[in-house]
C-alpha cells in the first residue's frame, strides 16, 4: 500500500508542511498538457484551466529542494490517476518524472510533489513538505445547428442524402459518440432516452455524418467525447428536420378520351396530404398557366382530377404543392399532347 498513497501515509508519520505559492521553490517545475498538446505550465494557487483529456504531467526539480522526492497525481475525487506506483526518487540522480494522467471525467486534478530530508528515508515514507499543484478538466462538444429542414432524398432519386452536421470536438478525445432518434427525447443527463441511432464523425472533413434517415420527421442529436473509460457531457441538442421532395412515382390517365380528361397521380411520399394545384398553358414551353384544379392529396399519397381541354395539341403542365409537416415544396413541370386522347 505504500504506492498510491505514499503521501497520505506520510502524514502520520511525520508533521507535512504543504507549501504557498509565495513559498514555492524556483527549482521545482510541473506542466500539464495544453490544449495545443505541449505543455502548459503549472502555478501553485492558480489552477489551469484546459479542455485537454489526454494528460501528461511533468515534473521537474532540484536537489536543494530535499534529499528524495515523488509525485501524485490525484483525480477528481481524489484517487490516484496515474498507472503503477508513484516512485521515490534522490532528487540529484533522478531530478525529473512524468505520469500519463488517467481521464476519470471533468474536474479538478491535483498534483502533489512530496519531499524528503531524511538521507535513509528509501521509500518516501517520511515526506516533511508538500507542493500541490492544481488543473481542471473541462472537456466538451458541441454540435451547429442546422440551417433549416433538409431533404431525405433528391427528387426521383431513391438513395438517401447522407445528412451533415458542423461539430467542434474536444482535444485529447480517443473517439466521439453520436446519438439520434426520430421524435428523441432528452434525459436528465442529456443522453436521449429509449432507441437511438449511431451516427460518425468523419475525420477528413470534422463533420458529423448520418446515414440512411430514410423517413421524414424531427430527429434529436447529441454527441460527446470518450477517452478511456470516461466521457465529457452531452453536447447541447440539436433538432434536424428531414423533409420528403415534392416528387410523383407516376401520373396514369383514368380516362383519357376528351374533352374530359380524368388523371391519377401518386406522391413519392405517401405521408404528404394536402392538395396539388394542377396548371396547363399552351405549347411546350407555355408560361401563360390556368388552373384546372387542386385535387386532395389522399392517405395513400394519390390524387385524382378530371378537367376539360376541347383544343388540341402540345401543353405545359404543371403540379404545384405547398409543402406540409413531412414533404417539401416544390414544383413539378412535363409536356403533354392532346388529342382525341391525353398523352
Partial sequence: ???????????????????????????????????????????????????????????????????????????????AATYGTPSCYRTEVIPEDSDIVIFRGNGTYRVVIGFSTDTTDTTCAKITRQVEYQFSVNSSVALAQPAGPALTRQPNSFSTITQLLGFSGNPGAGTYEIRYAKGGVLAADGSISGPVGNGYVDSATGQVQLIGLREPGSYLVVARAKNGDYYSPWSAPVTLTLLAPFDMTGIST????????????????????????????????????????????NSKGQWTLRFTVRKYGWYRMRYSYKGSATVAKGTIYATARIRKVFG
Avoid: C
Avoid at 25 to 43: F, I, K, M, R
Avoid at 48 to 55: G, I, V, Y
Avoid at 254 to 283: F, H, M, N, Q, W
Fill in 1 to 79: 500500500m505504500q504506492g498510491r498513497n505514499i503521501l497520505v501515509a506520510a502524514v502520520a508519520a511525520v508533521a507535512v508542511m504543504l507549501v504557498p505559492a509565495s513559498a514555492a521553490h524556483a527549482t521545482l517545475s510541473v506542466t500539464a498538457t495544453g490544449d495545443d498538446g505541449q505543455p502548459a505550465a503549472l502555478t501553485v494557487g492558480a489552477p489551469l484551466a484546459l479542455r485537454m483529456m489526454d494528460q501528461k504531467v511533468i515534473a521537474r526539480v532540484d536537489k536543494a529542494e530535499g534529499y528524495r522526492w515523488t509525485m501524485t497525481v490525484l483525480d477528481p475525487s481524489g484517487v
Fill in 254 to 297: 383514368l380516362d383519357r378520351k376528351g374533352p374530359s380528361y380524368k388523371l391519377r397521380g401518386t406522391l413519392g411520399e405517401p405521408s404528404a396530404g394536402g392538395r396539388v394545384t394542377i396548371s396547363i398553358a399552351k405549347g411546350k414551353t407555355g408560361k401563360r398557366f390556368r388552373v384546372l384544379g387542386k385535387p386532395k392529396v
